[in-house]
Structure formats: structure tokens, C-alpha cells
């Protein structure tokens, strides 16, 4: 586990395990030193379930766990102690579920400083609040699935954009905001986080644009979702990818150049009508070499023009090399901690290890 050396040190949070943005937003504590325990269901092994097939969940590193049936008496008992000297809880239930076993916020009178941190897609209340879902459903209903893609379909982010960027990351921020607060004046709160919540708050930009009218309902008609000839993906002879994003006229002039055309020759870009004719001819240019080919043109050029690498490239990337960005720990390749800090960085920790309540609690008796 994460021995709290980093910027979060004598930080303690218990987790309630869970999958995605809860342990997401748990290891972003942990790996900034904060020291997390995780409470699983007695027999999972650390984990909530299998659902994705692993063996070993990259999100669960940097922190012990204990064993609980929270259903039983003294499997609750045994939370409760856990968390009365916690700075926090995160957990990922359906609302109402952890009043029902006795570990709601308000069944903590005795810990008015706790910060109680929930994380669901839809938020504690609503008409939504107690239905399944699952990130592609949170991000139908923001918006955000609708704008990303071809005209033909929507395309799916992964599950980037929905459990980890407007899930995850909005919690861990929300539960350092309400930390921040209660050390000042010892009054916690609840952090509702519910993803449809922080992905609407991600798409502020586009929706800015969209009531200025600078921003189409319609897909590939905006400046940043491919419709632009100077922000899109063109393939090349290899089938391999080239990411182009020359938005500023100076960038767009360097493309132009490497790509060996006459900038005079080709039609106005500041005009849209333009776009469709000018993507053909710069989707004919790059059609002619590979896509490393073309990588190595540009790669000592600000036209903004990069190979979309595969995962196992990615790695590989001088870029990501020189900055660390990966490392190998237990066997598995995984990302190093971010951001950055120049004094007091993170430090991605190991696989944790099952350990006795009774550990759990003489660890933080202090």
C-alpha cells in the first residue's frame, strides 16, 4: 500500500469497494499519499466483483482492505469504528442503501467533521436516481454522446469521459473541497457526485458555444468534432491514423508546407463551405505515405500533426518515455501518478493485501 508520503499524508479515507469512478477517485487519494482502506465483501478478494474478467484491478492499488459483511452486526460494527476515525468515506451504492444498514450520513453524530462522499451517475434524487446505468447512459443524457462521433452514430469515449472524468475526478476534487473546509471549521458534509452532474459541468465550453450559436446540434459540422479540415483524423497508405489539429493559421501553415501543398492553390478554410473539398484533397495527400512516414515530417514541426498510436506504442513514445508517464509494478504496465508536483509527488503504490479489522483499526488509533 501507499505509505502516505505524498501532499495528502495523515489523510484517511475509508472506501466501500466499488467499480470505476469510485476506486478511480480512491487511487488518485491514494497515490498522493493519502492512506485509504477499502471495505469488500467478505470473499471478493478485494474487489467488488469480476464483471471485466481481472485478476488484478489497476484501480485498486495503494490501499489495504478489510473483509466486511456489512448485512451482519458486527460486519457494521467494524465500519463504524473504521469510519469514526476516517476523514472521510467514499462509497457507490444506490441511494438509501447505506441508511438501510445503519451507515448513512446521519448515523454519525458523534463525527460531525466526517465528509461523506457519494458517487452515483444519476445523484441522489431525481426520477433516474434509483435505476441502473452505466457511463454510455449518463453521458445520452447530458448531451455529450449526442456531439461526439460521425453523422451516422454517436461514438462511444470508452468509459473516459462519463465514470472517470465527470465521475471519478469530480469526487475525489468534491472530497478534498469538503476535507479542506471541515479542518477549518470541524463541520463535514455530503459530497453528492453524480456523473450526468460533472459531465454537464465538462461541456461547459460547448455549451457556451451552442447558446451563442457557435455550436451545431449536428454532427461533423463544429470546429472540433472532425467536421474542421485542420482538426481530424486522416488515414494513410499503411491504414494507420494521423491526428491533425492546425487550428491557428501558423499551425495550418505548417501542415500545409510538410504536406508538400500550395497554400494558395487550396480553398479558403475560414469558409466551412470549404471544408468538405479541402478535407478530400488533404485525405488524398495523406494517402500516399505511411503514417510513420508522415510522423517523421512533422515530428519537428508545430503543424500539430501526430500519429494516433496503438496502447503498446503509446508506451513506447519517446514523449511518454522522457516524462515517465508509465511504469511497471507487480507485473502489470500501468500510468504514473497526475499531475505533476514539484516538491511532493505521487507515488503509484502496490497491490494491497487483505488485512484483520482489528489491523485496520490499530493502524489509525492514533
Same mark, same amino acid.
Given at each position: 500500500?501507499?505509505?502516505?508520503?505524498? *501532499?495528502?499524508?495523515? !489523510?484517511?479515507?475509508?472506501?466501500?469497494? %466499488?467499480? /470505476?469512478?469510485?476506486?478511480? $477517485?480512491?487511487?488518485? @487519494? =491514494?497515490?498522493?499519499?493519502?492512506?485509504?482502506?477499502?471495505?469488500?465483501?467478505?470473499?471478493?478478494?478485494?474487489?467488488?466483483?469480476?464483471?471485466?474478467?481481472?485478476?488484478?484491478?489497476?484501480?485498486?492499488?495503494?490501499?489495504?482492505?478489510?473483509?466486511?459483511?456489512?448485512?451482519?452486526?458486527?460486519?457494521?460494527?467494524?465500519?463504524?469504528?473504521?469510519?469514526?476515525?476516517?476523514?472521510?468515506?467514499?462509497?457507490?451504492?444506490?441511494?438509501?442503501?447505506?441508511?438501510?444498514?445503519?451507515?448513512?450520513?446521519?448515523?454519525?453524530?458523534?463525527?460531525?467533521?466526517?465528509?461523506?462522499?457519494?458517487?452515483?451517475?444519476?445523484?441522489?434524487?431525481?426520477?433516474?436516481?434509483?435505476?441502473?446505468?452505466?457511463?454510455?447512459?449518463?453521458?445520452?443524457?447530458?448531451?455529450?454522446?449526442?456531439?461526439?462521433?460521425?453523422?451516422?452514430? *454517436?461514438?462511444?469515449? !470508452?468509459?473516459?469521459?462519463?465514470?472517470? %472524468?465527470? /465521475?471519478?475526478?469530480?469526487? $475525489?476534487?468534491?472530497? @478534498? =473541497?469538503?476535507?479542506?473546509?471541515?479542518?477549518?471549521?470541524?463541520?463535514?458534509?455530503?459530497?453528492?457526485?453524480?456523473?450526468?452532474?460533472?459531465?454537464?459541468?465538462?461541456?461547459?465550453?460547448?455549451?457556451?458555444?451552442?447558446?451563442?450559436?457557435?455550436?451545431?446540434?449536428?454532427?461533423?459540422?463544429?470546429?472540433?468534432?472532425?467536421?474542421?479540415?485542420?482538426?481530424?483524423?486522416?488515414?494513410?497508405?499503411?491504414?494507420?491514423?494521423?491526428?491533425?489539429?492546425?487550428?491557428?493559421?501558423?499551425?495550418?501553415?505548417?501542415?500545409?508546407?510538410?504536406?508538400?501543398?500550395?497554400?494558395?492553390?487550396?480553398?479558403?478554410?475560414?469558409?466551412?463551405?470549404?471544408?468538405?473539398?479541402?478535407?478530400?484533397?488533404?485525405?488524398?495527400?495523406?494517402?500516399?505515405?505511411?503514417?510513420?512516414?508522415?510522423?517523421?515530417?512533422?515530428?519537428?514541426?508545430?503543424?500539430?500533426?501526430?500519429?494516433?498510436?496503438?496502447?503498446?506504442?503509446?508506451?513506447?513514445?519517446?514523449?511518454?518515455?522522457?516524462?515517465?508517464?508509465?511504469?511497471?509494478?507487480?507485473?502489470?504496465?500501468?500510468?504514473?501518478?497526475?499531475?505533476?508536483?514539484?516538491?511532493?509527488?505521487?507515488?503509484?503504490?502496490?497491490?494491497?493485501?487483505?488485512?484483520?479489522?482489528?489491523?485496520?483499526?490499530?493502524?489509525?488509533?492514533?
Amino acid at each position: 500500500m501507499n505509505k502516505g508520503h505524498g *501532499p495528502l499524508r495523515g !489523510l484517511r479515507i475509508v472506501e466501500i469497494s %466499488g467499480l /470505476g469512478p469510485t476506486p478511480f $477517485a480512491a487511487m488518485c @487519494l =491514494a497515490d498522493f499519499g493519502a492512506e485509504v482502506i477499502r471495505i469488500a465483501r467478505p470473499g471478493s478478494a478485494g474487489a467488488e466483483n469480476h464483471v471485466l474478467g481481472l485478476e488484478v484491478d489497476l484501480l485498486d492499488r495503494g490501499r489495504d482492505f478489510v473483509e466486511l459483511d456489512l448485512k451482519s452486526g458486527e460486519g457494521r460494527a467494524a465500519a463504524r469504528a473504521l469510519i469514526a476515525r476516517a476523514d472521510g468515506l467514499i462509497e457507490g451504492m444506490r441511494p438509501g442503501v447505506m441508511e438501510r444498514l445503519g451507515l448513512g450520513p446521519d448515523d454519525f453524530p458523534d463525527h460531525p467533521a466526517l465528509v461523506y462522499g457519494r458517487m452515483t451517475g444519476w445523484g441522489q434524487e431525481g426520477p433516474l436516481a434509483q435505476r441502473a446505468g452505466h457511463d454510455i447512459n449518463y453521458l445520452s443524457l447530458t448531451g455529450a454522446l449526442h456531439a461526439i462521433g460521425p453523422e451516422e452514430a *454517436p461514438a462511444i469515449p !470508452l468509459n473516459l469521459l462519463g465514470d472517470f %472524468g465527470g /465521475g471519478g475526478i469530480y469526487l $475525489a476534487f468534491g472530497m @478534498l =473541497a469538503a476535507i479542506f473546509r471541515a479542518r477549518a471549521t470541524g463541520q463535514g458534509q455530503v459530497v453528492d457526485c453524480a456523473i450526468t452532474d460533472g459531465v454537464a459541468h465538462l461541456m461547459a465550453m460547448i455549451t457556451g458555444m451552442a447558446g451563442q450559436g457557435a455550436w451545431s446540434d449536428r454532427r461533423q459540422a463544429n470546429l472540433l468534432d472532425g467536421a474542421a479540415p485542420y482538426y481530424t483524423v486522416y488515414e494513410c497508405a499503411c491504414g494507420g491514423h494521423l491526428a491533425v489539429g492546425a487550428i491557428e493559421p501558423q499551425f495550418w501553415a505548417e501542415l500545409v508546407a510538410g504536406l508538400g501543398l500550395e497554400a494558395a492553390a487550396l480553398p479558403d478554410r475560414s469558409d466551412p463551405a470549404h471544408w468538405p473539398e479541402l478535407k478530400r484533397l488533404l485525405a488524398a495527400r495523406f494517402a500516399t505515405r505511411s503514417r510513420d512516414d508522415w510522423a517523421s515530417v512533422f515530428a519537428a514541426t508545430d503543424a500539430c500533426a501526430t500519429p494516433v498510436l496503438s496502447l503498446a506504442e503509446a508506451r513506447a513514445h519517446p514523449q511518454n518515455a522522457a516524462r515517465g508517464a508509465y511504469l511497471e509494478r507487480d507485473g502489470l504496465v500501468q500510468p504514473t501518478p497526475a499531475p505533476r508536483l514539484s516538491a511532493t509527488p505521487g507515488t503509484a503504490g502496490g497491490t494491497g493485501r487483505r488485512i484483520a479489522p482489528a489491523e485496520a483499526l490499530a493502524r489509525w488509533s492514533a
